[in-house]
């Protein structure tokens, strides 16, 4: 079953303001990576790892409002639990 979210194109000039941004944490960095890895690719889901930094990063209250949009974008597309 293929996923039908993408990163938008306002989500993902946030992703790439945050990637750019010398003062940003290595969570909001990994979460914006990879909200921009899947910009127009809806067979792309996010890792364990970067929905981790994603969930690390909207939790944080000093992450500006790029982070927190690119971050939103990669929970959005974390592939759900297999079944058992």
Same mark, same amino acid.
């Given at each position: 079953m293929t996923k039908k979210e993408v990163t938008s194109t306002p989500a993902a000039s946030s992703a790439s303001r945050t990637l750019s941004s010398p #003062?940003? @944490?290595k969570a909001s960095k #990994?979460? /914006?990576g990879s909200a921009l890895s899947q910009h127009n690719a809806p067979e792309k889901t996010t890792s #364990?790892? /970067?929905?981790?930094a994603a %969930?690390?990063?909207?939790? $944080?209250g000093r992450t500006s409002k $790029?982070? *927190? %949009?690119? /971050? @939103? #974008?990669a929970l959005t +597309? *974390?592939? &759900? &639990? *297999? +079944? *058992?």
């Open positions: #003062s940003t @944490g #990994s979460a /914006a #364990s790892a /970067a929905a981790t %969930s690390k990063t909207l939790r $944080d $790029d982070s *927190k %949009s690119a /971050a @939103g #974008s +597309q *974390k592939a &759900p &639990p *297999k +079944q *058992k």
